[in-house]
Nanobody
Framework: QVQLVESGGGLVQAGGSLRLSCAAS????????MGWFRQAPGKERELVAG????????YYTDSVKGRFTISRDNAKNTVYLQMNSLKPEDTAVYYC????????????????WGQGTQVTVSS
């Protein structure tokens, strides 16, 4: 049974930082592209960042470029999202997700999802 468990969310002031973690089990982690998505109230879910199996190829949506960094540790079956210079508009539930194989990160089909972790940025 595949499980993705996010942690690290919370309440932070604008300009602050948070580091999200997603621990995966039940799958061959190194065979999966991993993504971080977010969904704010009343908005559609969006792909924030993605990373291919080797960690050498990453994707970021424009609004987080230069502020967020995605990374992975295949030995620990964990993917991270370091979020710096947070803004109130980053407030959302953040989900990690897994897509088998390698392709265009933003076009892949993400089959496995975590339960999400709330990130709230106060102004």
């Amino acid at each position: 049974q595949v499980q993705l468990v996010e942690s690290g969310g919370g309440l932070v002031q604008a300009g602050g930082s948070l580091r999200l973690s997603c621990a995966a089990s039940g799958l061959t982690f190194s065979s999966y592209t991993m993504g971080w998505f977010r969904q704010a109230p009343g908005k559609e879910r969006e792909l924030v960042a993605g990373i291919k199996w080797s960690g050498g190829n990453t994707y970021y949506t424009d609004s987080v470029k230069g502020r967020f960094t995605i990374s992975r540790d295949n030995a620990k079956n964990t993917v991270y999202l370091q979020m710096n210079s947070l803004k109130p508009e980053d407030t959302a539930v953040y989900y990690c997700a897994a897509a088998y194989g390698s392709g265009i990160v933003r076009e892949m089909r993400y089959d496995y999802w975590g339960q999400g972790t709330q990130v709230t940025v106060s102004s």
